[in-house]
């Protein structure tokens, strides 16, 4: 194949569709890049403040700055990579004709670009999971237990609210909107910014809409306050409605993914509800990327950086792509995540 220059791979990269996730696209839809690895910003908790009245023979009165942290973190640094042997191209590809005439340089064309769509599906992930632990936990645990790397970012996030059994909404005595209504209130007091859209997992979007209050709401005769008219967005997504009172859009997002213990887990961990911000609830900052390239350390301010080395004496050649993403929410308190059931124990140890 014909050798192609860091700057001409990550032109190449920039240009290729990305793996489409919801919670990174939708709360975390700007992304940065930096010139440091690692990222200072600060972290605020907002408040609504007034101009005051002064007296004509006043110059002015002294508003105080609100408050917020000025938090620095090292960006996590992401490289996954694989391997190319002589024997992987020398023999016949996965669907290969039987009788096919390809050349080995062929099918290393073939099997670089597939490792690459791979490995940028395997950042892409991580990154939205990176975004999951943020949303509904408002922290990060960036683990590596054979290198060494046990670090937490945590941007002091604080509006997790797990009901009691008197008030889940699988009871019919219960009613959920007023607690909706309680809860969009306080984030509009708190921020300014007003919640329009609740996220439910896959196990609780069933007894929210059968619940009595819910059903009764969507009566004509009542006002219908709440429409229910589910339509498949894409094989992950549902659109289920929206509440009229409230001005918000209800979904469920049925997505898995495999933790890094191999179980299965939903993106939207069982039983939990985001009230959020459909226009975003922060970005993805990425930090600078620095690797040696023909022996010298060079530095890129990009999103991902590949990187092909070889071992000529074992005969095998390396792909790697490296990223140093970080989310970072704008406001702690602009969003909010419910538990209407309860929590698990593993929901409490996370």
């Known amino acids: 194949m014909g050798e192609y220059t860091t700057r001409e791979m990550i032109e190449a990269i920039e240009i290729n569709p990305p793996v489409r996730k919801f919670l990174t696209e939708k709360f975390f839809p700007v992304e940065r890049t930096h010139l440091t690895e690692k990222v200072e910003f600060d972290v605020k908790k907002g408040k609504r403040v007034m101009a005051p009245f002064v007296s004509p023979r006043i110059g002015g009165k002294v508003i105080t700055r609100q408050g917020f942290q000025t938090k620095e973190f090292t960006t996590p640094r992401l490289a996954p990579e694989r391997v190319l042997t002589v024997d992987d191209i020398s023999k016949r590809a996965l669907g290969e004709n039987i009788y096919s005439k390809r050349t080995p340089s062929e099918r290393e064309d073939e099997l670089l670009a597939m490792d690459y769509k791979e490995l940028d599906e395997s950042i892409q992930r991580r990154i939205e999971w990176m975004c999951r632990q943020i949303l509904f936990w408002g922290k990060l645990d960036v683990v590596d237990e054979e290198a060494g790397v046990d670090v937490q970012v945590d941007y002091g996030f604080e509006n997790i609210f797990v009901l009691t059994s008197d008030r889940y909404w699988s009871l019919s005595t219960v009613n959920p909107i007023p607690f909706l209504r309680e809860r969009r209130r306080n984030i509009i007091k708190e921020t300014g910014r007003t919640p329009d859209i609740l996220i439910f997992a896959s196990d609780l979007i069933d007894i929210f809409i059968n619940n009595p209050f819910i059903k009764s709401a969507m009566d004509l005769r009542h006002m219908q306050n709440v429409e229910i008219k589910p339509r498949i967005v894409d094989d992950a997504l549902t659109y289920y409605g929206k509440i009229a009172e409230l001005g918000m859009e209800i979904y469920s997002y049925d997505e898995f993914f495999l933790n890094d213990e191999g179980k299965e887990e939903g993106i939207i961990p069982a039983g939990a509800c985001l009230m ?41 050649k390396t792909f790697r792509l490296t990223s140093r993403p970080l989310p970072r929410p704008l406001d702690v308190q602009s969003w909010c995540v419910i538990y209407p059931n309860g929590q698990s124990a593993e929901q409490e140890e996370e």
Do not use: R, W
């Open 276 to 316: 959020a911000h459909s226009e975003g609830e922060g970005a993805i900052e990425f930090g600078l990327i620095t690797q040696m390239e023909d022996k010298k350390f060079q530095s890129y301010e990009a999103k991902e950086v590949p990187k092909i080395y070889c071992n000529e004496k074992s005969e095998v």
